[in-house]
């Protein structure tokens, strides 16, 4: 670990966040740490005695250092997978006490998980001076983030095409967002060079101090950012003061890559991070099971402090049965570290085995009718599919009218027609406009018409993530629709 000083980052603070109050039962609450067996009137928890529950296990798959492919032998031997016990108990605590996890804590979390979850980061990304705070979820640690930050009339910057839920968050709070364009690599860095050195602060307000970004399998184009790309964006990020929100759920889920080291992935924005400049969240949801809602943010100990504050004065601490299971898991009585690591190569392998299944079957039903294409992603679960739309008898360049300026063709119209055709033929398929980023007046000036994302919503997001006998069938749907949907006069 380094013991430089992070660079002094206190003005991206929003005024929400500099308005807090800190919760002082919270604060309160810390100092009572301050010696062991200190004797408490002050707490409002009931006591551990009267909770309805001694003991909770938990029986998951086998990650044995024995077992070569630990998520092909859970999957394919069925009942009898060896399976793994792991547990917390009121009376006799392993990891973490039952009696613990079960009561009230801080909105840092559990200081066990903490520990679990930062080794975890060290692990696999070595941040130079970073601290750990849990989250419930992916969705809460970024817009958490984004309160952090993001005060009303700030702009800040993403993807064109971004996860809709996540660009629809800061909306409510004033925070306008300012679309970066993106190729079959990801974000372009000179692009986001040029938004940045373009900025007129005296007509469009506060240069953008934020970028939100996806590095790995992004959601909805399943792009992964090349090394070199991520050192030019960290780059530009000190050259022009931003924080980097770095959303990774995919992380482990990168393909085609060499096993044999340590740590084959690619390295993330906090692994390069000097300044104290990145906010990365992490998820378990993609590796273990969404509806764990359980997620962890690695920042400066200086954001640490203030995300802490927005969490006791709003969702409090994360639910405590998710805690237990990280801790234990992550613990010598579970898988542990090396346990972990197994069973996310082994699920990258499978997602892997998908994916080129999923392509096959795409190259086969699809891509040999000329109307649409695609890039293998090498991370992620999607799989963004370019229709030919300009290959359209009905495609048109001359949209725009006095009143109009943007789109510049009928490329949003032809989607729409073609998503309701899918629909009709029983085909479920995202259609790229519900992930274009909201832009804002002034960011749309600043691009220019001749970059409106709208001429470039000529995609569909695909998955090769749900059940694998429906992949053949619904690819050979949308080959069936493309044809008889380009197949018709003016």
Known sequence: MSSAKPVDLTHHLSQE?????????????????RKP????????????????MKQVSFEVASAAEDIEDPVATWTQAGPSAPTQTFMASRDEPRSVALRTAMAYSTGAGLPEAQRAVTDLTNFYHSPPDHVCTLTIGNMDGVTKCFRLLGSPGDHFLADEFSFGALTNAPLAHGINWVPVKIDKGGLIPSDLEHVLSSWDEEVHG????????????????????????RKQIYAL????????IEDDPYYFLQYDLEETSSNPLMPSFLSMDTDGRVMRVDSFSKVMMPGMRLGWITSSQYFHEHLVSLNDNST?????????FITEMLSEFGWGLDGFDRWTRSLRKQYQRRRDVFLEHFYREVASTGLASTEPPEAGMFVWTEVHIDRHPRFRTDVRDAGRTTPRTNTPELMDELFERCLDAGLVVMPASVFAAPASEGALKLLGD?????????????TFAGEESQMQPALKILGTVLKEFFNESK
Request: proline share 8%; aromatic share 8%; with cysteine.
């Open 37 to 52: 067996d200190m004797i408490s009137l002050g707490t409002g928890d009931p006591h551990f005695s009267l909770y309805p």
């Open 450 to 462: 001749e970059n409106s994302v709208q001429d470039r919503v000529n995609f569909l997001r695909t």
């Open 206 to 229: 506060r240069r953008p101090h934020v970028l939100y970004s996806v590095p790995s399998g992004q959601n909805p184009t399943g792009c992964t950012l090349s090394l070199e790309r």
């Open 17 to 33: 966040a500099r308005q807090r109050k800190p919760n002082a039962m919270k604060a309160l609450w810390r100092l009572t740490k």
């Open 316 to 324: 409090q601490h994360p639910h405590g049965f998710g805690q237990i």
């Open 237 to 244: 990020a000190q050259r022009f003061d931003l924080v980097i």
